[in-house]
């Protein structure tokens, strides 16, 4: 069974920083691209961060201040955010493409909750 467990959340004041960690565990062969996506209260999901194949895309609200970065060894993928905004006071789900007998299946983690304090 392929699970993803995300750390790192928490409670930080506006211009701080957190770093989250998701790390995919189970039987698999490979993971392709990896994602970080949120969802604030009271609003959809959105796309945050995502790296595939040496790519990373960034959406515009947190560009230059997040850095999204994968360790392959670990089957780890992070995100390391700098200059929160309470804004940025969200749900952090973890998002990655794994290859398992041949199927490529998309697996999300449970989340981590990020408060931004003005």
């Known amino acids: 069974q392929v699970q993803l467990v995300e750390s790192g959340g928490g409670l930080v004041q506006a211009g701080g920083s957190l770093r989250l960690s998701c790390t995919a565990s189970g039987s698999f062969f490979s993971i392709g691209a990896m994602a970080w996506h949120r969802q604030a209260p009271g609003k959809e999901r959105e796309a945050v961060a995502s790296?595939?194949?040496?790519?990373?895309n960034y959406a515009d609200s947190v560009k230059g201040r997040f850095t999204i970065s994968r360790d392959n060894a670990k089957n780890t993928v992070y995100l390391q955010m700098n200059s929160l905004k309470p804004e940025d006071t969200a749900v952090y789900y973890c998002y990655a493409a794994i290859r398992s007998l041949g199927n490529i299946n998309n697996y999300w983690g449970k989340g981590t909750l990020v408060t931004v304090s003005s």
């Open positions: 790296t595939s194949g040496g790519i990373t």
